[in-house]
């Protein structure tokens, strides 16, 4: 193996940019000639490619966002598309990808393998933490971060309003990021996709702490209970007036803030990591494989098994969420 090439898709996270980094200057090192890829497959189908050096990811580990860009791309799950993005690869003599992206890019990847016999390794890249074979993806952290300290600043006004607020996260249909918010901010309640809404808790839980003297709840809801992932919150609120006349309530949307800002140091060792380990099984000529952790080990497995695998929801988590925050 001579040249590989690195994108990023789907929904940008942080934590990409600490893995370009290190493909890079880890392929450079090992003798690889390297290109990134501008705008995810879009690029790959359009030959928008360039040759890196180890100068081009100076300063970006800590970076929030991509600077190969990224972007959704319909045509490559057309069989045109396909080819032009194979021919990308083949005129410029490219034998190794490596896709950083979540579920659907490395599904794309996973299908260019299959059907071209392209090299592949796949990076999971994505706030959602929605991949199921890694404990961990690219961004979560970093996205929950974000969410904790925007709940905290919430908090702080909510209380002295005698105000509750519900507040929507981002994660599609995996309830972690609303999980995990929940937890870090001692929120008085918590709604995941995973295990859907029982309005009546919601209710008895703020009727409850009304009646011992506390009128300040935050209440997280993750995007995808709604099956749009737009107006859960909203939503939620509507419910909780009907149900309580004249309580003070607002709703507030994280929204794309989740994704911006400076990775944190644990999303960039795991992008580093992952970035290096990529590298290493092209190397080795390991191909349809995606990198993951568990227990702290990085650690890659076939593609296809590894999207086989169910999302085990994090049940005693859930419990914990609750019970640490009854009055
Ligand atoms: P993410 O990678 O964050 O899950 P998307 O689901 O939008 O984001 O997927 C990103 C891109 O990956 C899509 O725009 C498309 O180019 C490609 N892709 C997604 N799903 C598939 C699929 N089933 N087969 C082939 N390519 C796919
Ligand atoms: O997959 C990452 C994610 O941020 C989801 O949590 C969210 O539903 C979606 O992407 C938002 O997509 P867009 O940036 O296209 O609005």
């Not at 029982?198 to 839980?205: M, N």
């Not at 590298?279 to 080795?284: A, D, F, G, H």
């Not at 990085?298 to 085990?312: C, M, N, S, W, Y």
Request: charged share 20%; glycine share 12%.
């Amino acid at each position: 193996m001579k040249k590989i090439a690195v994108l990023t898709s789907g929904g940008d996270a942080q934590g990409m940019n600490a893995a370009i980094y290190a493909v890079v200057r880890y392929a450079l090192k090992s003798g690889l000639e390297v290109y990134g890829v501008n705008r995810g497959y879009k690029g790959l189908i359009e030959g928008d490619i360039k040759k890196m050096s180890a100068i081009d990811v100076e300063d970006i580990l800590h970076k929030g966002g991509t600077v190969l860009k990224t972007a959704r791309c319909p045509e490559l799950q057309t069989e045109e598309g396909e080819l032009a993005a194979i021919k990308t690869m083949r005129d410029n003599g490219i034998e190794g990808l490596v896709v950083i992206g979540g579920d659907g890019s490395i599904q794309g990847a996973a299908r260019l393998s299959r059907k071209y016999g392209i090299k592949i390794i796949g990076i999971p890249g994505t706030i959602d933490n929605d991949l199921a074979y890694t404990d961990y993806t690219l961004g979560f952290d970093s996205a929950v971060s974000v969410c904790v300290n925007a709940v905290n600043q919430l908090r702080d006004t909510m209380s002295c309003n005698d105000r509750s607020c519900v507040v929507e996260v981002m994660g599609r249909y995996c309830g972690d990021i609303a999980l995990y918010t929940a937890l870090a901010t001692g929120a008085e309640a918590v709604v995941v996709p995973e295990v859907g809404l029982d309005i009546d808790k919601i209710v008895g839980t703020i009727l409850h702490n009304r009646s011992i003297g506390k009128y300040d709840n935050i209440i997280i809801i993750a995007e995808g209970l709604s099956p749009t992932c737009h107006g859960a919150a909203q939503n939620l609120l509507e419910q909780i007036v009907e149900r309580i006349p004249g309580i003070n309530i607002r709703p507030f949307v994280t929204g794309h803030i989740q994704r911006g800002g400076n990775a944190t140091v644990q999303d960039i060792m795991l992008g580093i990591q992952m970035g290096e380990h990529a590298v290493k099984c092209l190397l080795e000529e390991k191909t349809n494989r995606v990198v993951g952790i568990a227990n702290n080990v990085i650690f890659d497995e076939d593609v296809q098994k590894a999207l086989g695998r169910k999302t085990p929801f994090q049940q005693h988590l859930y419990e914990l969420a609750q019970d640490l925050v009854k009055y």
